[in-house]
């Protein structure tokens, strides 16, 4: 049998499994759509810890001794009971959600935006793609960052969050590793949400005139053309978006098909297995041996909870879906 094993890091001092163990409880959570990834940890009343917000802190976990990353951030609070203390963190995507700018950009990117805007409130980059070039983009102070950086994502068909070393990931999905799990060996539990309907197509407004041979440098009150992007069909569930930021045909039809990516029919659900630290945003997981043959297959990670208790034992909750 294994033995479950765990390192932390909590500001300057570091503890790990063994018996002198004082951990009582660990959860971490992650998933696309949500914008902190966040981290307790629950320890023994009479432990000693000193502890400020802001301090860093790390969680690796795994079986003895081979352990894996799957969480870093910082000190949010700290609770002080008679029996327990209990932590809580959350990564630097926090500051994401709490910052406003005003600001324009001209002729550039949406990875050379992204990384601005990143680099403004100091959250490290990871894999940040190029995307789609804007002859305009505005950002504005009604919105916090995180809002405007998933939403410019969205238009690229990128995902945009938070990864295991707290780094930025803002770039289209391809599994950068397939976990197989089989029923009777890895999985605990396997559920699948009913369908959402699909929309049927998307229609994307930008701003007028430079789609109609006027050039990236055109100003809008020069014609009033319409610059109108769609894809999929033209009738039925429709979903219509302005976008001021889309100044060209080719770009308000690569917004339009990018966003009905991401709003076909799909299959969503949730899993839970024996406790599995590799398993990361980013990655797929591939399920075996269900007794409904039709629920085996490949699935997108789109959530990870970690759960380390005496109650439940080391459990991975995955969030999935289908497209």
């Known amino acids: 049998m294994l033995n479950v094993a765990y390192k932390l890091v909590l500001g300057s001092a570091s503890r790990q499994s063994g018996k002198t163990s004082d951990l009582l409880a660990l959860e971490t959570r992650a998933a696309l759509g949500i914008p902190v990834n966040t981290c307790r940890l629950v320890l023994a009343g009479q432990s000693p810890l000193s502890l400020n917000p802001a301090d860093a802190v790390s969680v690796e976990l795994g079986y ?27 990564s630097t995507f926090s500051a994401l959600t709490a910052a406003r700018y005003h600001c324009l950009y001209e002729k550039q990117n949406a990875g050379d935006i992204a990384g601005d805007l990143l680099g403004r409130l100091q959250v490290d980059k990871g894999t940040v793609a190029t995307g789609e070039k804007f002859a305009s983009f505005s950002v504005s102070g009604q919105r916090p960052v995180w809002d405007v950086l998933f939403e410019l994502a969205r238009r690229c068909g990128f995902d945009f969050y938070a990864d295991v070393d707290d780094k930025a990931v803002f770039e289209q999905y391809v599994a950068r590793k397939t976990h197989g799990l089989e029923y009777g060996l890895h999985l605990l539990d396997f559920v699948q949400d009913s369908l959402a309907p699909a929309l049927d197509g998307v229609e994307v407004y930008g701003e007028s005139p430079v789609g109609q041979g006027q050039g990236e440098d055109a100003s809008s009150w020069l014609t009033k053309k319409e610059v109108k992007g769609a894809a999929g069909k033209t009738t039925g569930n429709i979903l219509r978006l302005s976008d001021a930021a889309a100044r060209t045909q080719d770009l308000v039809r690569t917004i339009a098909g990018n966003i009905l990516q991401t709003h076909q029919t799909r299959l969503r659900g949730r899993l839970c297995v024996l406790g599995n630290p590799e398993v990361q945003l980013g990655d797929a997981v591939e399920v075996s041996k269900l007794p409904d043959s039709a629920q085996n297959g490949t699935y997108k990670v789109t959530g990870v909870r970690h759960r380390l208790n005496a109650r439940v034992g080391f459990v991975t909750e995955i969030g999935w879906e289908k497209f």
């Open 64 to 90: 003895d001794g081979t352990l894996t990353k799957i969480f870093t951030g910082k000190v949010a609070t700290v609770e002080r009971g008679i029996e327990r203390i209990t932590v809580d963190a959350a």
